[in-house]
């Protein structure tokens, strides 16, 4: 029986490894959710779109998609805190400070 109640301590334990870890917000696979109003008005743009008819999703590591009026655009989103660097992802990372004036 010891064996029995080994298997269930650790089950239990990761659990709460798990949700202590959910909680903490690494940011890591899933957690750019800031990112989320620049991916929308980026998607508008390249979509052409009305924001009404866009529906985004975020993926594994940083990683959204807007699909709306018949097209479909991934984006690739890094944030720290609350400070995101967001680029189309069949395009190149451009740092926040080097990016053109708009």
Not at 70 to 93: F, K, L, M, T, W
Request: charged fraction near 25%.
């Amino acid at each position: 029986m010891p064996s029995s109640r080994f298997s269930t301590l650790r089950t239990v334990l990761a659990v709460f490894v798990l949700a202590f870890v959910s909680a903490c917000g690494t940011g890591y696979p899933i957690g750019a959710e800031h990112a989320k109003p620049i991916v929308r008005i980026d998607a508008e743009k390249d979509l052409d779109c009305p924001p009404d008819e866009i529906t985004l999703s975020e993926e594994w590591g940083g990683v959204w998609k807007a699909v709306g009026c018949g097209r479909v655009q991934r984006y690739n989103a890094n944030c720290s805190g609350i400070r995101c660097d967001v680029h189309r992802a069949d395009e190149g990372p451009v740092p926040i400070q080097d990016r053109p004036a708009e």
